[in-house]
């Protein structure tokens, strides 16, 4: 589609032509209104105890609508918005509405709320996979998701009104949970675990007041879990991104390919090849994509030159260590928003982000050595030390692609970070990550997690030299991150032995 409408202008007849069934897709993009709908066979009160709503994690602060896809529309120019927020249920006609920082339907019930009007919300259980998908999606501020779906199905999505709301609402769903989100009323919601893999910390969120449930005839309830990586939301992330990642290409010309790490909950870790046709272009890009839309969320943001794979982590690493030199290469961004789930920089929904420039510049020495992985402790290298006489509170080392020392400790992560940084043994590496004793080093997954979930830009790098020149920092050597679990961060997640044991005795009857 985005490649169609690049070659739209100007319009060719030809193009047109062997583009018909492209433009029948594009033509039914849209809703339809109908009088009946399968969603509304049958009308009940609002009663969400009848629900099998779950409690996913121990320590979440009670039972959570999971897969709830929230349809609200502008109060001025009624333009809609498709999103999936959790729901704390409190009782049975009143959940909270997490409606998190960059989010549409947060948007909204901003705009509501100013204008001194209640919101009224339609919370939507089981669509067709292509809604799900949209509704996921990260799509521009003020794009219709479920004009995007029909586009993805071909066909219009057929909408009813609602029979407490004036709102239309999916005619096909499995349940409609429909009702309003008043106007300055807050209450405490959470904690709840979620897809960073650690309990997002309770906080007072706008309230949903169920006014009517209606739902097919032998409805079938949807939901999901999320938790520390791999989860099902991996899929339908890497899904959407692989859909909407060429818009970015549509506003920055210059950008050849993103994504997004799962591992590091998405938000945490995007890498970003750019075609540079003038020296920081790829600068450029990187500060441009930090404000645009979900985008503008990410904490860590990786360029390399067009060419890269960007989803080989390793293909990453040897570029940074080729072409990074964090005198002219890093850029922190300090005190900006963040995501509302990071917990890192001990406030909400505020913290600081940092640029790694990774792309070939012209006229600069790059570092041909061979990547490798091995483990220091007792590794086949013989020029570093055994770090465990350096400092008693180190467990284990490796090091991936003579760019990244991955070191487990006990405790002490930022002094061991510091120290480390400095010692001229270990300055052929470009980075050091420390982090705590429940990171598996050898499990790619496991660091990527365990390294991006776990610290705040501005508070946890160090480098081997600092220094201020006027108002300018300077930054040489190794780049140091502590990414241990530190004291005030929310738990990590961990389900009970006894549950762990009766998933794995029930296994297979699950799919008989």
């Given at each position: 589609?985005?490649?169609?409408?690049?070659?739209l202008?100007?319009?060719?007849?030809?193009?047109?032509?062997?583009?018909?069934?492209?433009?029948?897709?594009?033509?039914?993009?849209?809703?339809k209104?109908?009088?009946?709908?399968?969603?509304?066979?049958?009308?009940?009160?609002?009663?969400?105890?009848?629900?099998?709503?779950?409690?996913?994690?121990?320590?979440?602060?009670?039972?959570?609508?999971?897969?709830?896809?929230v349809?609200?529309?502008?109060?001025?120019?009624?333009?809609?918005?498709?999103?999936?927020?959790?729901?704390?249920?409190?009782?049975?006609?009143?959940?909270?509405?997490?409606?998190?920082?960059?989010k549409?339907?947060?948007?909204?019930?901003?705009?509501?709320?100013?204008?001194?009007?209640?919101?009224?919300?339609?919370?939507?259980?089981?669509?067709?996979p292509?809604?799900?998908?949209?509704?996921?999606?990260?799509l521009?501020e003020?794009?219709d998701?479920?004009?995007?779906?029909a586009?993805?199905?071909?066909?219009?999505v057929?909408?009813?009104?609602?029979?407490?709301?004036?709102i239309?609402?999916?005619?096909?769903?499995?349940?409609?949970?429909?009702?309003?989100v008043?106007?300055r009323?807050?209450?405490?919601?959470?904690?709840?675990g979620?897809?960073?893999?650690?309990?997002s910390?309770a906080?007072?969120?706008?309230?949903f007041?169920?006014?009517?449930?209606?739902?097919?005839?032998?409805?079938?309830?949807?939901?999901?879990?999320?938790?520390?990586p791999?989860?099902?939301?991996?899929?339908?992330?890497?899904?959407?991104q692989?859909?909407?990642?060429?818009?970015?290409?549509?506003?920055?010309?210059?950008?050849?390919?993103?994504?997004?790490?799962y591992?590091a909950?998405?938000h945490?870790?995007l890498?970003?090849?750019?075609?540079?046709?003038?020296?920081?272009?790829?600068m450029?890009?990187?500060?441009?994509?930090?404000?645009?839309?979900?985008?503008?969320?990410?904490?860590?943001?990786i360029?390399?030159?067009a060419?890269?794979?960007?989803?080989?982590?390793?293909?990453?690493?040897?570029e940074?260590?080729q072409?990074?030199?964090?005198?002219?290469?890093?850029?922190?961004?300090?005190?900006?928003?963040?995501d509302?789930?990071?917990?890192?920089?001990?406030?909400?929904?505020?913290?600081?982000?940092?640029?790694?420039?990774?792309?070939?510049?012209?006229?600069?020495?790059?570092?041909?050595?061979?990547?490798?992985?091995?483990?220091?402790?007792?590794?086949?290298?013989?020029?570093?030390?055994?770090l465990?006489?350096?400092?008693r509170?180190?467990l284990?080392?490796s090091v991936?692609?003579e760019?990244?020392?991955?070191v487990?400790?006990?405790?002490?992560?930022?002094t061991?970070?510091?120290?480390?940084?400095?010692r001229?043994?270990?300055?052929?590496?470009k980075?050091?990550a420390?982090?705590?004793?429940?990171?598996d080093?050898?499990?790619?997954?496991?660091?990527?997690?365990?390294?991006?979930?776990?610290f705040?830009?501005?508070?946890d790098?160090?480098?081997?030299e600092q220094?201020m020149?006027?108002?300018?920092?300077?930054y040489?050597?190794?780049?140091?991150?502590?990414?241990?679990?530190?004291?005030?961060?929310?738990?990590p997640?961990?389900?009970?032995?006894?549950?762990?044991?009766?998933?794995?005795?029930?296994?297979?009857r699950?799919?008989e």
């Open positions: 589609m985005i490649a169609f409408v690049d070659r202008i100007p319009p060719k007849l030809g193009m047109l032509w062997g583009n018909r069934p492209l433009i029948r897709r594009l033509l039914a993009a849209r809703t209104r109908v009088g009946v709908g399968l969603s509304q066979e049958v009308v009940e009160s609002p009663n969400l105890d009848v629900l099998p709503i779950q409690v996913c994690w121990p320590g979440d602060g009670g039972r959570f609508l999971t897969l709830g896809q349809f609200t529309y502008d109060p001025v120019d009624n333009k809609r918005n498709v999103g999936i927020y959790r729901l704390h249920v409190f009782d049975h006609r009143t959940t909270g509405m997490h409606w998190q920082i960059q549409g339907g947060g948007f909204h019930y901003h705009r509501a709320e100013a204008m001194g009007r209640d919101l009224e919300v339609a919370v939507v259980l089981g669509t067709d292509a809604l799900l998908l949209a509704a996921v999606a990260a521009p003020g794009f998701e479920a004009m995007f779906a586009f993805l199905r071909g066909t219009p057929p909408m009813v009104r609602g029979k407490s709301i004036s239309p609402v999916p005619a096909n769903a499995e349940f409609i949970l429909e009702g309003i008043p106007q009323e807050r209450r405490l919601e959470g904690p709840f979620d897809h960073f893999g650690h309990y910390h906080a007072m969120f706008p309230v007041h169920l006014k009517q449930v209606t739902h097919r005839r032998n409805a079938i309830y949807p939901a999901t879990v999320v938790g520390i791999p989860m099902e939301d991996k899929f339908l992330g890497d899904a959407t692989q859909i909407l990642g060429p818009l970015a290409k549509v506003v920055h010309r210059e950008v050849r390919d993103l994504w997004a790490y591992e909950g998405f945490n870790l890498v970003v090849s750019v075609e540079e046709r003038y020296r920081k272009e790829a450029k890009a990187a500060l441009g994509l930090l404000g645009t839309g979900q985008l503008s969320l990410t904490k860590c943001l360029l390399v030159s060419g890269v794979d960007v989803r080989d982590w390793r293909a990453v690493l040897r940074i260590r072409h990074f030199d964090p005198h002219f290469d890093f850029v922190l961004l300090p005190k900006v928003p963040l509302t789930l990071d917990f890192t920089s001990f406030t909400m929904e505020l913290g600081s982000k940092m640029i790694l420039d990774a792309t070939r510049k012209q006229g600069r020495r790059e570092d041909k050595r061979r990547g490798s992985s091995e483990n220091v402790i007792g590794g086949r290298r013989s020029s570093p030390p055994d465990r006489s350096l400092d509170r180190i284990e080392a991936v692609e760019t990244l020392m991955l487990k400790v006990r405790a002490g992560g930022r061991v970070a510091e120290k480390l940084a400095k001229k043994e270990l300055q052929h590496l980075m050091i420390v982090v705590s004793d429940d990171v080093l050898a499990n790619q997954e496991s660091y990527l997690w365990g390294v991006f979930t776990r705040d830009c501005e508070r790098v160090v480098f081997s220094s020149i006027g108002i300018s920092p300077i040489k050597g190794v780049m140091g991150i502590d990414a241990t679990w530190k004291k005030g961060y929310p738990e997640l961990r389900m009970p032995d006894e549950i762990v044991k009766k998933v794995d005795q029930r296994w297979e699950y799919w």
